[in-house]
């Protein structure tokens, strides 16, 4: 079962995605990243290969899309917080952006 | 070229869209609608129909999803204001969301 992430494992996990771009949102156990295109097709185009993880994983992200932007914020809402579920799909984000080589 | 909508054209083009559920966005000279879905497959589905459309016409816009909603903002920020694409990308998307049968 998904659990909120334990101090450790906070640290371990969050300081990787800190060091891309990632950042805690104020007020909330949640994490958020503005990601930037060509264009509209290159930003849909990847929201669509993370949709297909996000529905394999059943983990699903908050985000905004306006022309060649995509707002990201991440959190579980069934642990009220941060979980592995977050990181794992955080990390295949900067993947498939082409950030760390990891799509 | 595309232009500020008339007010003339305003009433025409507008009101079958407030009887669908769009309304005016407090403060912007934009039109707003939340679509619900039965899951993220769905609405993601819609939006992957959607955003075809907003690319070949080269009007794209401001959306928010989470999980099996999507928040819409249209707005011409060519024309600081509503436009007839607007109203064309407005009714295309009511209809592929199956509400009005134009899909």
Wanted: aromatic share 12%; hydrophobic share 45%.
């Amino acid at each position: 079962m998904t659990e909120k992430l334990s101090d450790t494992a906070r640290k371990t996990m969050l300081e990787p995605l800190f060091a891309t771009g990632w950042e805690m949102v104020e007020g909330r156990d949640a994490l958020k990243k503005s990601f930037n295109f060509k264009h509209f097709n290159a930003a849909f185009g990847w929201m669509t290969r993370v949709a297909m993880f996000a529905e394999k994983w059943d983990h699903h992200p908050e985000w905004f899309n306006v022309y060649n932007r995509v707002d990201v914020v991440l959190t579980t809402h069934d642990v009220g917080g941060l979980s592995t579920l977050d990181a794992k799909l955080a990390r295949k984000m900067d993947g498939l952006a082409g950030l760390t080589g990891n799509s």
